[in-house]
């Protein structure tokens, strides 16, 4: 079987998968119960200044049927006493040696007060400091959170402030509520941090209540924008982090990179790990189904591990980001189609509609005598009400007219019923990159451009 142990910054854990900072570390007990599940980490709840929580803290996204595709909180961090706390991570670490035990900070910006909060996380004997740069709601009106990691410079200073103290690894969470991730990524690696970690909640309001008129969740009536995560939220996770992946200054630097956004199985799992991270972070799954999910995320990780034949972490960790570029080098000439398996086709018709309402217009609907038909026959006899056919045709795609969008395989409810097939294009292989370079008028005359697609044989119908 694939070894899933990590040496992530010097932090030894047995598997890759550590509970991030939030209420599910929120106390010596329920660390201990997620270690006694199998979890490999913790990163203890935010530790720092003095707060208070309110009640409704936690909004949802709810869609289609699926319960919390995404959860938005306006909870602030931890609101037990710093040395209640404290005391809980020295027993917890002391209680499982074996365990990746974190602790993230977030406390006022000046040297003496990050100073004193380093000095008594290390000793508690916790492997390693989380520095909360990405609270995005309550902590960054006082000046902390993101307030620190949407600002380089400051990012670096507290950074440079810690690195002169600790003694223990140091991670940097970036907020993703930036435009880029990477300024705050290379100041944190200029001022000597051992590790990165991303993302952080993302700014949102989750919902109104039509009935009510209150922002969701209503707190007494108001209501605010708060941190966003979930499964809705990991493209833009795996976007931020394979920015920085792909990033020189981050990848010259080697510093390992801990994932977060929207992990809920092992799949998502290994996307994290394919697109550079080295450790995962979990959250918002573990608040819909508890801490047994561990054993599905190692076992599932373990197996595509086996049967990709990678033995370690390490090899599978950034083996996708070779492919990660950009618009203007991908290449204009490569063609790909929509075909439909007619033995798989359940004749919904969502690929039809999808593409003659709002893509290409090349699905055709198909009667048994090979017919083109409309989807519904226009009855003036009825004031204008549509009659359904009385038979049902099949959608099926005019290739020669495809653009390949992949709008209809996305909609289509039936699993391998559409796939998209690369076709010769004819064409000599050119980037936008090659093309603006090569024939520069066709990037600010439309009468080049139109010349230019006549001359390849590009008809855009």
């Not at 309110?54 to 006493?81: C, F, T």
């Not at 919904?348 to 893509?359: G, I, K, S």
């Not at 026959?377 to 009400?385: A, I, L, Q, V």
């Not at 009659?387 to 390949?404: H, I, K």
Request: proline content about 5%.
């Amino acid at each position: 079987m694939a070894d899933l142990t990590i040496n992530f910054a010097g932090i030894k854990s047995p598997n890759p998968f550590w509970l991030a900072s939030a209420p599910p570390t929120n106390s010596g007990a329920q660390v201990h119960r997620a270690f006694e599940y199998g979890w490999g980490g913790a990163v203890w709840k935010t530790i720092g200044a003095p707060v208070l929580n309110v009640s409704n803290r936690y909004g949802a996204w709810h869609y289609g049927g699926q319960k919390m595709l995404a959860i938005n909180n306006v909870e602030l961090i931890s609101d037990r006493p710093l040395e209640v706390n404290l005391q809980e991570i020295r027993d917890v670490k002391r209680n499982w040696p074996d365990r990746a035990v974190i602790v993230s900070a977030m406390v006022e910006s000046t040297p003496e007060a990050w100073r004193e909060i380093i000095l008594q996380i290390e000793d508690t004997g916790a492997d390693g400091i989380e520095l909360n740069y990405g609270c995005p709601h309550g902590m960054s009106e006082r000046g902390m959170g993101a307030a620190v990691g949407q600002v380089p410079e400051y990012c670096e200073q507290i950074t440079r402030w810690v690195m002169e103290v600790a003694r223990i690894p140091v991670i940097v969470k970036l907020t993703p509520n930036v435009a880029s991730v990477v300024p705050p990524a290379r100041a944190a690696i200029a001022a000597g941090a051992n590790a990165l970690s991303l993302i952080n909640t993302i700014n949102s309001i989750v919902a109104v209540d039509l009935d009510t008129l209150e922002i969701t969740p209503s707190i007494g009536g108001k209501g605010g924008h708060g941190g966003y995560a979930g499964p809705a939220v990991k493209p833009i996770a795996l976007n931020m982090l394979s920015s920085l992946g792909v990033d020189e200054v981050v990848r010259k630097s080697g510093l390992p990179i801990s994932g977060m956004g929207g992990i809920s199985t092992w799949k998502d799992a290994a996307e994290f790990l394919l697109l550079g991270a080295s450790n995962l972070q979990v959250c918002t799954a573990v608040m819909h189904y508890g801490f047994r999910i561990i054993e599905d995320l190692c076992d599932g990780l373990n197996g595509w591990m086996d049967a990709r034949g990678f033995q370690t972490i390490d090899e599978v960790v950034g083996k996708s980001l070779h492919r990660i570029s950009d618009f203007k080098d991908f290449d204009l000439s490569f063609r790909a189609v929509a075909r439909i398996n007619p033995d798989k086709c359940i004749q919904c018709n969502l690929c039809y509609v999808a593409c003659n309402d709002t893509a290409h217009q090349c699905i055709d609907l198909v009667d048994a005598g090979g017919k083109v038909v409309l989807p519904y026959r226009y009855d003036m006899r009825s004031n204008g009400r549509h009659e359904a056919v009385s038979t049902r045709p099949e959608p099926v795609v005019r290739e020669e007219d495809c653009v390949g969008c992949r709008l209809c395989y996305n909609v289509c409810p039936v699993e391998d019923c559409i796939e998209m097939v690369e076709v010769p294009s004819g064409r000599t292989p050119v980037t936008w990159d090659q093309l603006s370079k090569s024939k520069a008028e066709v990037t600010t005359d439309w009468e080049a451009m139109k010349r230019y697609r006549d001359e390849v044989g590009i008809d855009i119908h």
